[in-house]
């Protein structure tokens, strides 16, 4: 990599990108770091995009390896290196974005959701699906996890599943994510929602249920993700995004749908296996009836 390949990567005049960090740092690093600097200066959207697993695979090296050279270049690790990089794209859009784009963001927005989800359907499981149907419906009880922006989506699936009738909680505080997973047991499931599925806790609570011997099912958009790996079952919906925001927009957009497909299924499950479920479910109903003017 030459300082004019360099220079064309370093899009801001303050040097605080992560490419003018990777130019103060090239000729100090190691061959191995040489060749993951050349290949998030050419294919930062990989680096954004990508868990620290398939960046590893792909250029067939360690994780900690990568990990490494993103401290190295003077960052904390490798999330920092994908959110500087994201950060980074987004103000070279947004330099570059016009009053035009802008007017017409409503629609580009509904079609990313629209493209979104049929992304989602197109790379689903759907034999994961089946199986996560089976797996909740016979549970004793049902966990979910979820930090950040998964939090709420991890609450929106519990007020679906307890409207089913089914025993759910769900735990957006790490500590109590730790302690109600040390207590499930193989009667029971546990989900974890996470967009990357790269969080440490909700990877943790989601191993440590896993470890107590309940079923365990991942809901994200990363399909070689710390997060897969401690599931036994994996609900993955694939997403790629032109930039930071869009990818998060993406991510869940299609967490949406199959929280909502997942439901729907699990519903027409229960009233095929159990003629007096749609009387559980009409419970539901009446219970908020007077809630409503």
Known sequence: MTDQNLKEND??????????????????LSATEKR?????LNYPEKIIYNSVTQVAEELQIA???????????????FQE?????AQDTERVNAANSTEDEA??????????????VQDAAMNLDHEALKEAVKSLASARRILIFGLGESGPMAHLLKIKLTGLGLLVDAHIDIHMQSIS???????????????????KDVVSALQSARMAGAKTVCITGQSKSPITEVSDIRLVCMQRGLSYIVESFKSKASILYVIELLTVSLTLYLAEQNASAPKKFWKTT??????LY
Do not use: C, W
């Open 81 to 85: 290196l994908k959110i500087r990089l």
């Open 103 to 116: 007017a017409s963001l409503p629609k580009k927005m509904a079609q990313i959701a629209a493209n979104s």
């Open 181 to 199: 997973a040390a207590h499930l047991d193989e009667r029971d499931v546990a989900i974890a929602i996470s967009q990357q599925g790269s969080t």
């Open 63 to 77: 994780q900690s390896t990568v990990t490494r050279f993103s401290r190295t270049i003077g960052l904390h690790g």
């Open 36 to 40: 993951i600097a050349d290949f998030v």
């Open 286 to 291: 009446e219970s908020i009836f007077d809630k």
């Open 11 to 28: 899009h801001a005049s303050d040097g605080s990108t992560v490419f003018s960090k990777i130019q103060s740092s090239y000729g100090k």
